[in-house]
């Protein structure tokens, strides 16, 4: 079990792709994409939180909302978690990637030391942005990027102290965003 570091769950995306809102799908043995998430995230770490928009979801536990309702960007939501949490790391991941693994959520924690952010890369290259270790000392940057405009995650990695570690398993970074990788999900 995993004490030192929390994680959060991204759920305040728009699922434009999908057409309705992925976090309330139906999965596997849940009630709801969300709801087994969080069930799985909960046997890896001690404390397990959501990144939400607003309260489009009917969930009650550990709940971060967004501090800016006018903008949907993952970088407001790392604004709001670390306004939020305490711990000086978060480990993030969005509701939509249901299949990492929890030895390569333990590698990401395990090659975030001396690192800002720590993320994974697949096939040597496609780099998984919201899928790691984001420390707290980042908020000032983040606060700064919002009120300049700029959203774009990629940017803050480039930006930073970042460790980008090999993922072999491409698999485990299904994204659901469409109907057609829902349906894959289900299949997996």
């Known amino acids: 079990m995993i004490e030192h570091i929390p ?14 809102d992925k976090a309330l799908l139906p999965f596997k043995n849940s009630n709801t994409l969300l709801e087994y998430q969080y069930n799985r995230l909960k046997q890896i770490f001690s404390n397990v939180y959501i990144s939400l928009k607003n309260d489009k979801v009917v969930f009650t536990k550990n709940i971060i909302y967004d501090n800016k309702q006018d903008i949907s960007s993952p970088m407001v939501a790392l604004d709001s978690i670390f306004s939020s949490i305490e711990n000086e790391k978060v480990f993030i991941i969005t509701v939509d990637t ?24 697949t096939n040597g290259y496609k780099t998984h942005n919201l899928c790691g270790v984001f420390e707290k000392s980042l908020q000032k940057q983040i606060t700064k990027y919002i009120k300049q405009g700029i959203h774009k995650i990629g940017l803050l990695i480039q930006n930073n102290k970042t460790n980008v570690i090999n993922c072999k398993n491409e698999n485990e970074f299904l994204n659901i965003n469409t109907k057609e990788d829902y349906q894959k999900a289900l299949q997996s």
């Open 98 to 121: 249901p299949f990492v693994s929890q030895k390569t959520i333990e590698d990401i924690i395990n090659n975030s030391q001396n690192h800002e952010i720590t993320i994974t890369k």
């Open 7 to 20: 994680c959060v769950i991204l759920c305040g995306g728009k699922s434009s792709r999908m057409g309705e």
